[in-house]
């Protein structure tokens, strides 16, 4: 047997730099880089490796672990999950810093490779430095703290452990089911070490994305439901776009008359004005499309989790004879909310329903009635994003602003707070991948990072990054890596003086205003200071803008596209109010007994939505 010596850093970066993936035609390198963070527990190991590969495997500088992970997901996401990165950090706490986006990765079942730098395995220096000692077990380390939130998890404690272990990482970073982060724990001794690895390990392989077709019995039983259907819905998950199914779901939505309403993951799949979308579903839906939910007697729901922001918290398929049917390509999503499931990759499930229905449609009166509301709600849309002339803007009117600046072909890119609603319900997505949104972990911190992983992924494409104060405060610091690199970002920071969403919920509960805004929160000064965004923007190397106003806004908006680097804008808008029109219940608990009376009668309306919940 053919064998070549080298470390265990050498051969994992060979072999990742091995790995190829079809996309369209193309053959293309399944890892488009690698974002590292060096410490004393993979400088000497994955560094050297890292370094003699960097013409084919580039290695990214970042400024935090989480920051770069987050910009690695983001990146998997914007290719549809087709190509990824892989994050390497020292032991410790670089390491620990990527558990936040590893459980973010899993939540919204994206592939990234972790790869943690790790305790001596053979103990002979222990305790290394930054090394967490469990006295009743000398296995444990601080990354084993990645478990619960990888989708594989291993540490590679002998080289040859090496191979068996990449073979299972490649297999479920590219799996349609299993996708999701994938941990290899790498002991910095081991890393360094030598070993005589088969040349077969590094052979190139381009690997193809595995697309199941639908069980026969699942179809037929689909297929009545559906055939027996007169008011039927589907629901676009993000799976649709990872199935590359938009344009089939468009087109079989057109033909057979069914209106769609858009998941946060799913929105964009259907262009906003195709006639058979009718927005947005859920907690932060469209009008239209949550009243067709109401009624609807059967939902198809297409590659989607179905979170609690989708269904309301159970609440919002109101028909008590209705069904639900589950095209989801894992099994586990298939069967939520007792659906009918139909196992498949979204693109090949709709295929099979096509053939089966013949020509069936949903009834025209069905069609009439999506589009009338529909109507309706686009009025409501036009209302709330236009300019007020306001010098205290709402968030809505903001994000009108730049989604008239970014056109067609911008995409926006948000994570936590109030403007993942607004934009859920608000935003015009005109074109697949226009609406990047991660909202399965709603993580704050996202934003930025996640926007220079889209760039990288879409350099041709406008990256407009909405964010709230609170969010750019938790993690700002990938906006000079996007300065450094010339992955130009378009940032639009709302700085309404703080937790505006979570202030407006603790409100809704009957709480307090009380440690969200800024100004209700504990401070000793005379007068409440306020964070000059813009200096802080600038000084990360952003050209900066402060502006009032919405008109303002547009104006720098025009710069801002004109601008070959990053650029930011930050306005000041109002924390209290937000799109009352749309919306669904969302299901959270309310003191049972309070000395506040707004709390018990917050109580009394959680109890009489709780009962409308589905069980
Ligand atoms: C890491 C993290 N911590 C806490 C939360 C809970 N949370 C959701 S939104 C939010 C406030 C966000 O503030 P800001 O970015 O200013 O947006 P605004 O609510 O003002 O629109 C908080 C604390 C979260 N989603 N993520
Ligand atoms: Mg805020």
Not at 184 to 197: G, I, K
């Amino acid at each position: 047997m053919a064998t070549v010596r080298l470390t265990v850093a050498q051969a994992l970066v060979k072999n990742l730099s091995a790995q190829f993936v079809e996309v369209d035609g193309q053959e293309l390198p399944l890892f488009a880089g690698v974002w590292a963070i060096f410490g004393h527990g993979n400088v000497a190991g994955l560094g050297e490796a890292l370094h003699a590969a960097r013409d084919t495997l580039p290695t990214y500088r970042a400024h935090n672990e989480q920051g770069m992970t987050h910009a690695a997901i983001a990146y998997a996401k914007a290719q549809g999950r087709r190509r990824m990165m892989a994050c390497t950090s020292s032991v410790g706490p670089g390491a620990v810093n990527m558990v936040t986006a590893a459980a973010l990765a899993h939540v919204n079942r994206l592939p990234v490779l972790l790869l943690p730098g790790d305790i001596f395995a053979t103990r002979a220096p222990d305790p290394v430095l930054q090394q967490v000692e469990q006295p009743g077990d000398f296995t444990v380390s601080a990354n084993d703290c990645f478990r619960p939130v990888s989708r594989f998890w291993d540490r590679v404690t002998r080289p040859e452990q090496l191979m068996p272990s990449l073979r299972r990482a490649i297999q479920v970073l590219t799996d349609p089911v299993d996708c999701g982060p994938v941990t290899l724990c790498l002991p910095q001794d081991v890393q360094a070490e030598a070993y005589d690895f088969p040349l077969s390990f590094f052979a190139k392989t381009v690997r193809r994305a595995r697309r199941p077709e639908p069980d026969r019995d699942e179809l037929a039983a689909a297929l009545t439901a559906l055939r027996g259907a007169s008011k039927p819905l589907i629901v676009a998950g993000g799976g649709v776009h990872y199935s590359g199914a938009c344009a089939a779901l468009a087109d079989f939505a057109a033909r057979r008359g069914i209106p769609v309403a858009e998941t946060q993951a799913g929105k964009g799949a259907l262009a906003w004005d195709h006639p058979c979308n009718v927005g947005s579903i859920g907690v932060t839906g469209s009008s239209a499309a949550n009243a067709l939910a109401e009624e609807a007697d059967v939902v198809l729901a297409v590659g989607t989790r179905l979170a609690d922001f989708t269904t309301a918290s159970w609440s919002v398929f109101g028909n008590p004879a209705g069904r639900l049917v589950g095209l989801n390509v894992a099994a586990f999503d298939a069967v939520k909310g007792d659906a009918l499931p139909l196992v498949a990759d979204a693109a090949r499930g709709l295929a099979g329903l096509d053939v089966g229905l013949g020509d069936w449609a949903a009834p025209t009166a069905w069609r009439a009635l999506a589009q009338e509301r529909m109507t309706l709600w686009n009025r409501v849309v036009d209302a709330a994003t236009a300019d007020a002339g306001l010098d205290l803007p709402t968030d809505a009117q903001v994000l009108g602003a730049v989604n008239r600046a970014a056109g067609e072909d911008g995409v926006v890119v948000c994570a936590a707070g109030g403007l993942p609603g607004e934009l859920h319900k608000l935003w015009r997505t005109a074109r697949p991948g226009g609406y990047h949104l991660e909202y399965g972990f709603s993580c704050m911190g996202y934003e930025i990072a996640g926007g220079l992983g889209v760039k990288m992924a879409c350099p041709d494409r406008e990256i407009f990054v909405m964010v709230g104060d609170g969010s750019y405060m938790m993690m700002n610091s990938e906006l000079a890596v996007s300065v450094m690199m010339k992955r130009k970002l378009v940032v639009v920071l709302l700085d309404n003086r703080g937790y505006g969403c979570i202030n407006r919920l603790q409100n809704a509960c009957g709480g307090a205003p009380f440690n969200n805004l800024l100004r209700d929160a504990h401070f000793e000064t005379d007068v409440l200071p306020t964070v000059d965004f813009a200096a802080h923007l600038r000084a990360l190397g952003a050209v900066t803008e402060q502006v009032t106003g919405v008109a303002a806004l547009s104006d720098a908006l025009e710069r801002a596209k004109a601008s070959p680097v990053t650029y930011a804008i930050v306005i000041t808008t109002d924390p209290l109010p937000s799109t009352k029109e749309g919306g669904a219940w969302w299901d959270v608990p309310v003191p049972e007994v309070s000395t506040r009376p707004e709390v018990t009668a917050a109580r009394a309306r959680y109890v009489a939505a709780k009962a409308r919940q589905r069980r």
